[in-house]
């Protein structure tokens, strides 16, 4: 009646009487449990026993409730980087097979122009370059900027979240197709701009936005094997607590990513489109690129 009772409030909703009372009656309860175990009583009770011990355990332990403020904080300072250096190896291979990718579609395209077609979608291969990629994709106005970025978000964000979902509905086999046509796309428009003279351009384009945005992708897909690694090797574990347990991880990072995303569209909307040359452009990508290293680095670390 008292746990009903604390609701979204917590130890705030109790009474000094009823503060009292909560915590003897923790106590009775983590005794009645341990009692239960220890005789072979049902393992219904038993259940039932151990989930309002966790439930009172929540409410005493973690009764100190934080500011909205003060979580979202926490969530970027402390447990979006520290989860993104425990799935490091996940987000590597992502990484990996990406480049991969890539320097295959630079490497066939530069050669053979024309299968450019047979790698990518014949919708995103220009058929006669003509102007660079700056002035192909940033022909808009900076009034435009913000229906622009808020369009960018949402088709981004799209692209995460299929890389991410991919990881337990196919079992990571979409998350790898995603990972694949990025890894063409960015490649083999490199080498079709490339040969029509506009190659520093099209990185230059791509870099103040691209680093975060791609970086972001990275982390979305790596999500998604981690819960196609908790239904194919969920180790000691049973699947069901492997995929509860890898879904918690896969939800912090596709949270961080979502704010990259966003970051990453306001950059293409706002920055992207102004007429800076190559240097400055090239620069905003490496002090993106910088400003990545040292968070995911460094933030979140005992000191």
Known sequence: MLLARTGRRGLRALDAAELFEAGKLYRWVTSDLAYAQGHGYSVELQHYLNRLVARSHALVYGAAVEPGRTR???FFTQSFPREFRRSWPYVAACAALTIAWAVVAFAVVSSHPADAYALLPESIVP????KSLHDSNFAFTSEYSAAMSSIIITNNIKVAIFAFAGGIVTLGLFTVYELTLTGLMVGGLAALYGQ????????????????IELTAIQIAAAAGLLLAAGVLNPGRLSRRDAIAQNGRRAGILIGGVVAMLCVAGMIEGFFSNLRFGIPVRDSAGVLTALALVAYFGFAGRER
């Open 196 to 211: 029509a003279g506009f190659g520093n351009d099209y990185w230059a384009t791509i870099a103040p936005h691209g680093v």
């Open 72 to 74: 979202i904080a926490h």
């Open 127 to 130: 058929s006669h370059i003509i």
